[in-house]
């Protein structure tokens, strides 16, 4: 399948599509290959797609990150805590 990848200054798809725009370059992909489900794990690499494993393991974990970080209700109400018991420890 012919598409059309904008890559960045890292050669790392940036963007994948089917039809032609400014800058775009063109490459032949199986249709079933992977970087039709998770194209920014990909580099161009002398004209041919390469998995980039550690960037993928990054987002992953950067993605881990992000869910298990608390709400910013969860926040206000640390911050909450820590105010009163800073307030209420000068009171004491």
């Not at 032949?28 to 960037?55: A, C, M, R, T, W």
Request: proline content about 3%; aromatic content about 6%; hydrophobic content about 40%.
């Amino acid at each position: 399948m012919l598409v059309f990848l904008d890559i960045n200054n890292e050669n790392r798809i940036v963007a994948l599509s089917s039809t032609k725009s400014d800058n775009n370059i063109e490459i032949e992909v199986p249709e079933e290959h992977e970087v039709f489900s998770v194209p920014f794990i990909f580099k161009l690499e002398n004209g041919q797609l390469v998995k980039d494993e550690v960037y993928q393991q990054q987002l992953i974990r950067e993605k881990e990150e992000q869910l298990n970080k608390p709400s910013v209700e969860n926040q206000l109400e640390l911050l909450q805590k820590a105010l009163d018991d800073l307030i209420l420890g000068v009171m004491l």
